[in-house]
């Protein structure tokens, strides 16, 4: 895969042992590339099982690089287990590589919510698996936004190794969501963990009004933040509550910063965030445009409390879809992310109130357009 233009790693691996528990390990790579070839050594490395859970695989070279992989290692009798979204990895399903990881002992499965009840239909866009998670020998997971296709090799991506405790709930998450793929009830696959002693917890998210965690974990943090709140997020099309919460903290003199891609690679998911612009600029939030594509989805609060995972803020994903994230009240971890998004921000560009309300009228008639779409972007 070509390096160029990328990143480097920033951070080497971190460790921290609390009491008596086990040693909790992390790694976080800060681009595409890094997160890929973070994967493709953990999946060399397997000695006994590989689990995934990946919203988009696309067979092309890069995604045939894993697909060979994971055949190599189901030939080496380890055992393999795939979950792919049926709309996203739609491609993938459609590869001769899958028969051929099956017939080398592979076990692959797509995920689609309407089954059983429309069977064939994969094409609707809303209650997709979102979610990113690679567990390795039930001892290692990787998670974050990360996403398998060769165009994407620019982004600027979050991803984290991590060995602890808290792989045990990613682990459930995982046997429980590989129980339900094409059973009526998996809607019924959001998960609440409690943070553990090394200041780790994964929770999942589904789209019922009990079962939306992530979303709601987000919303009490944001709500108890005293100083600092700053966001990273491809797509920004929050719904009521989450504006509140936003508008409420800067009224309560938190720093509140949202970091943006200056231009997604969905256009009109970008002309929909910016119906939002002038309502978070005027209330005094912060917004920073970086100069090419992000797609990491975190946040950290007060230095204290973060979140990595694969939750967009746009309404599908605060919604519809199932998502996953780590949540992190291990400082050190939390400082590491604070000190990446500091550096984000040197290579973005903030947007002011007046440089936005002097945008071309253009740009103005596209969001008036728009604007009555948005809630389903």
Avoid at 275 to 297: D, N, P, R, S, W
Wanted: hydrophobic fraction near 40%; charge should be positive; include cysteine.
């Amino acid at each position: 895969m070509n390096n160029q233009n990328q990143p480097e790693t920033l951070t080497p691996t971190r460790q921290d042992t609390i009491s008596d528990q086990p040693l909790t390990t992390w790694h976080i790579t800060y681009s595409t590339v890094d997160a890929w070839k973070m994967m493709l050594k953990a999946i060399e490395s397997a000695q006994e099982s590989i689990y995934m859970e990946q919203f988009l695989l696309e067979p092309d070279e890069t995604g045939q690089e894993f697909l060979r992989l994971f055949i190599k290692k189901a030939k080496e009798g380890v055992t393999v287990k795939l979950i792919f979204d049926s709309m996203y990895s739609k491609n993938l399903a459609r590869s001769p590589l899958i028969e051929e990881l099956r017939r080398a002992g592979a076990k692959v499965k797509f995920f689609n919510w309407l089954l059983p009840f429309s069977k064939h239909n994969k094409k609707i866009l809303f209650f997709r698996n979102h979610r990113r998670l690679l567990l390795i020998d039930r001892e290692t997971m990787i998670t974050g936004g990360i996403c398998i296709r060769k165009k994407m090799e620019p982004w600027r991506e979050t991803c984290i190794r991590i060995q602890g405790n808290v792989v045990n709930q990613a682990i459930y998450v995982f046997d429980k969501t590989w129980k339900k793929v094409y059973r009526q009830h998996s809607m019924r696959l959001g998960t609440q963990t409690k943070t553990g002693p090394d200041g780790f917890s994964y929770i999942t998210h589904a789209p019922l009004i009990k079962e939306r965690h992530v979303y709601y974990r987000m919303i009490d943090a944001i709500r108890h933040a005293r100083k600092t709140i700053y966001i990273t997020t491809p797509y920004f099309l929050p719904d009521r509550r989450l504006q509140r919460v936003l508008i409420l903290a800067k009224k309560r003199g938190v720093d509140v910063r949202l970091l943006v891609p200056k231009n997604s690679n969905h256009p009109i998911v970008d002309i929909g965030s910016h119906t939002y612009f002038h309502k978070m600029l005027v209330k005094g939030i912060k917004i920073f445009q970086y100069e090419t594509m992000i797609h990491a989805k975190t946040a950290t609060i007060d230095g204290e409390w973060a979140m990595l995972g694969t939750m967009n803020l746009d309404n599908i994903s605060l919604r519809y879809n199932f998502e996953s994230s780590l949540i992190i009240t291990n400082r050190t971890c939390v400082a590491e992310l604070e000190e990446q998004y500091a550096k984000d921000l040197r290579l973005s560009k903030e947007l002011t109130l007046d440089a936005w309300n002097n945008r071309p009228l253009l740009q103005r008639f596209k969001e008036l357009l728009v604007w009555p779409v948005r809630k389903v972007l």
